[in-house]
């Protein structure tokens, strides 16, 4: 069988090859490539009259930065120039800048200035960028996988328009590997591709095209020299298996269907491990829904229900440190995402448990779909309206800061719920010491009559 392009040492990746060359081409991120939207009239304006702004590009890596660059420089009919902020200096800046100062002077060509990887300048090097952006030498496009707010220089900043990147979803990056498949810049329709190594390679890729066109390229690969030994001559088109997907992207073949069992078993087995104090299955079955590509949000939420849920009083700190996590993975995003949440879970995991509190505001909820309501003591209802007070409305209240140990012996539930206890605290870690006090405060506050003494 003769090599076709994509399978033949010494040719262009095959994520370079797919590049799109419009906007037309690009898939996702269709909240920036709406009509009329700043990346799109960019993109159109033919004259480089419309004012063009810059503009900064933030979002995890292979979600369409350079493409949306290039796709840019290419339908207006710019000139394009590429930087990498982790080659170039304060004097390759300074070469661009001087450049695209003549071509527009001399030419009427403006310039549109890629750099990559802002975040890796130093503010010196921004410094630089400075002048042709204010004087509109260039246009520059920008991006960065980090927050610009924390990464980019406020001067910059507020020339720039900031546009946010999303990780690609199911359907575009499907889109994206029929297309290499059968696209002649592709594969060019020179092999079979399964319908379980298509989810695979959507799975492993986590909203990543680049990371999907790779593993589809080393699969498509394996599979046309695995054909050859196996029938030199044959006809048929090698096949790219779920197997081979994962063999050749070196990682384990992971049986996880965001929608099915195996969702569910994985989360609900995380789940049961951290309440039960499990450590190490704990992080296995967070490892393997990171390794799947899941949501690292839903992992997130799952994490702040556990810390309220099964710790809960017995370490008020589960609760905030498992918001901190959720928060820290929406900023940065994947992977360093894992890192907060393998923090959280480990905290969590090794936390005393208790679900004491829930368990105690389920019981209210019951008391109250049951009717069990009545109303509210006379001595606490409002008294700031006209005619409160001659209702008696406040009549008899305790200030409890005017009230030795700052507690006052007074009934705060109705009538019909007086001495009903909700909350019962366990004896683990810090709900070992709200119970002692709990108990001294019940005694003041319901005093022997209602205590049953």
Same mark, same amino acid.
């Given at each position: 069988?003769?090599?076709?392009?994509?399978? +033949?040492?010494?040719?262009?990746?095959?994520?370079?090859?797919?590049?799109?060359?419009?906007?037309?081409?690009?898939?996702?991120?269709?909240?920036?490539?709406?009509?009329?939207?700043?990346?799109?009239?960019?993109?159109?304006?033919?004259?480089?009259?419309?004012?063009?702004?810059?503009?900064?590009?933030?979002?995890? #890596?292979?979600?369409?930065?350079?493409?949306?660059?290039?796709?840019?420089? =290419?339908?207006?009919?710019?000139?394009?120039?590429?930087?990498?902020?982790?080659?170039?200096?304060?004097?390759?800046?300074?070469?661009?800048?001087?450049?695209?100062?003549?071509?527009?002077?001399?030419?009427?060509?403006?310039?549109?200035?890629?750099?990559?990887?802002? =975040? +890796?300048?130093?503010?010196?090097?921004?410094?630089?960028?400075?002048?042709?952006?204010?004087?509109?030498?260039?246009?520059?496009?920008?991006?960065?996988?980090?927050?610009?707010?924390?990464?980019?220089?406020?001067? &910059? *900043?507020?020339?720039?328009?900031? &546009?946010?990147?999303?990780?690609?979803?199911?359907?575009?990056?499907?889109?994206?590997?029929?297309?290499?498949?059968?696209?002649?810049?592709? *594969?060019?329709?020179?092999?079979?591709?399964? #319908?379980?190594?298509?989810?695979?390679?959507?799975?492993?890729?986590?909203?990543?095209? +680049? +990371?999907?066109?790779?593993?589809?390229?080393?699969?498509?690969?394996?599979?046309?020299?695995?054909?050859?030994?196996?029938?030199?001559?044959?006809?048929? &088109?090698?096949?790219?298996?779920?197997?081979?997907?994962?063999?050749?992207?070196?990682?384990?073949?992971?049986?996880?269907?965001?929608?099915?069992?195996?969702?569910?078993?994985?989360?609900?087995?995380?789940?049961?491990?951290?309440?039960?104090?499990?450590?190490?299955?704990?992080?296995?079955? *967070?490892?393997?829904?990171?390794?799947?590509?899941?949501?690292?949000?839903?992992?997130?939420?799952?994490?702040?229900?556990?810390?309220?849920?099964?710790?809960?009083?017995?370490?008020?700190?589960?609760?905030?440190?498992?918001?901190?996590?959720?928060?820290?993975?929406?900023?940065?995003?994947?992977?360093?995402?894992?890192?907060?949440?393998?923090?959280?879970?480990?905290?969590?995991?090794?936390?005393?448990?208790?679900?004491?509190?829930?368990?105690?505001?389920?019981?209210?909820?019951?008391?109250?779909?049951?009717g069990r309501i009545g109303r509210v003591p006379v001595h606490?209802?409002?008294?700031?309206? #006209?005619?409160?007070?001659?209702?008696?409305?406040?009549?008899?209240?305790?200030?409890? =800061?005017?009230?030795?140990?700052?507690?006052?012996?007074?009934?705060?539930?109705?009538?019909?719920?007086?001495?009903?206890?909700?909350?019962?605290?366990?004896?683990?870690?810090?709900?070992?010491?709200?119970?002692?006090?709990?108990?001294?405060?019940?005694?003041?506050?319901?005093?022997?009559?209602?205590?049953?003494?």
């Open positions: 069988m003769s090599a076709q392009p994509g399978l +033949r040492s010494g040719s262009s990746p095959l994520a370079v090859r797919m590049r799109p060359r419009s906007l037309d081409e690009v898939a996702g991120q269709g909240h920036l490539l709406k009509p009329g939207s700043p990346l799109v009239n960019l993109a159109n304006d033919k004259t480089g009259e419309s004012g063009a702004v810059s503009i900064i590009l933030w979002g995890p #890596p292979g979600t369409g930065k350079t493409t949306l660059a290039q796709a840019i420089a =290419h339908s207006s009919g710019r000139r394009f120039v590429e930087l990498s902020a982790v080659t170039a200096g304060v004097k390759d800046v300074r070469e661009v800048m001087e450049k695209a100062h003549a071509d527009r002077d001399l030419y009427g060509v403006s310039t549109v200035l890629f750099l990559d990887e802002i =975040h +890796r300048f130093t503010k010196a090097q921004q410094d630089a960028l400075l002048p042709g952006v204010e004087n509109g030498w260039v246009i520059l496009v920008a991006a960065t996988t980090e927050n610009p707010s924390f990464s980019v220089i406020a001067p &910059l *900043l507020s020339r720039s328009l900031l &546009l946010t990147l999303e990780p690609l979803d199911e359907d575009d990056l499907g889109m994206l590997v029929d297309r290499a498949v059968e696209s002649p810049k592709g *594969l060019n329709s020179a092999i079979a591709l399964d #319908p379980d190594a298509r989810a695979v390679i959507i799975r492993l890729a986590s909203g990543d095209a +680049r +990371r999907a066109l790779t593993a589809l390229e080393a699969a498509a690969t394996a599979a046309v020299a695995e054909h050859e030994g196996a029938d030199p001559q044959g006809d048929d &088109l090698p096949i790219v298996t779920a197997e081979l997907v994962a063999a050749t992207v070196d990682r384990a073949l992971l049986r996880y269907d965001r929608q099915g069992d195996e969702h569910y078993d994985v989360i609900s087995a995380f789940i049961k491990s951290v309440r039960g104090s499990d450590v190490d299955a704990s992080l296995h079955y *967070l490892a393997r829904m990171i390794e799947a590509g899941e949501d690292p949000r839903f992992i997130a939420r799952r994490v702040m229900i556990l810390a309220a849920e099964d710790i809960g009083m017995a370490d008020p700190q589960a609760l905030p440190i498992a918001v901190a996590a959720a928060e820290g993975v929406a900023l940065i995003g994947m992977p360093e995402g894992r890192i907060l949440l393998a923090e959280a879970v480990v905290y969590l995991a090794t936390a005393p448990k208790s679900n004491a509190s829930y368990l105690a505001l389920d019981a209210a909820i019951a008391d109250v779909r049951a606490l209802r409002d008294a700031h309206y #006209p005619g409160a007070k001659r209702l008696g409305h406040g009549k008899g209240y305790i200030y409890a =800061h005017d009230a030795e140990f700052g507690v006052a012996a007074q009934q705060y539930l109705p009538d019909e719920l007086a001495g009903t206890r909700y909350y019962d605290p366990t004896a683990h870690g810090n709900e070992r010491d709200v119970a002692a006090r709990l108990e001294k405060i019940r005694a003041i506050l319901r005093g022997p009559s209602l205590s049953g003494e």
